[in-house]
């Protein structure tokens, strides 16, 4: 059984910075792609980040390049979603998911995903 458990979420104002965490237990796919989505009220949920386990490519959309990271531990299979420079648009439910590398399909389509956290919430002001 397969848990992802979303942590970090809060409320900052706008240039302040969140780090998100997820943790993941019962994952024994030793290759697979992990991701942020977020999703605000009557918005679709959009990719944010994703990134191949063992070092590989990690993946952001123009609205949050050069402002979040994605990162991950493969020892204790956490990934991280370090955010900077926040804006209120940011404003919205960060979700974690995962799926294996093997899935194919464009790297932020939700529906490519298997596993998802509960969320956590990422209010800025």
């Known amino acids: 059984h397969v848990q992802l458990v979303e942590s970090g979420g809060g409320s900052v104002q706008a240039g302040g910075s969140l780090r998100l965490s997820c943790a993941a237990n019962?994952?024994?796919?030793?290759?697979?792609?992990m991701a942020w989505f977020r999703q605000a009220p009557a918005k679709e949920r959009q990719g944010v980040a994703a990134?191949?386990?063992?070092?590989?490519?990690?993946y952001y959309p123009d609205s949050v390049k050069g402002r979040f990271t994605i990162s991950q531990d493969n020892n204790n299979n956490t990934l991280w979603l370090q955010m900077n420079n926040l804006k209120p648009e940011d404003t919205a439910m960060y979700y974690c998911?995962?799926?294996?590398?093997?899935?194919?399909?464009?790297?932020?389509?939700?529906?490519?995903?298997?596993?998802w956290g509960h969320g956590t919430q990422v209010t800025v002001s």
């Open positions: 990134i191949y386990s063992g070092g590989g490519s990690s």
């Open positions: 998911a995962a799926r294996p590398a093997r899935n194919v399909g464009w790297v932020f389509s939700p529906s490519t995903y298997k596993y």
């Open positions: 019962g994952y024994t796919s030793t290759s697979y792609c």
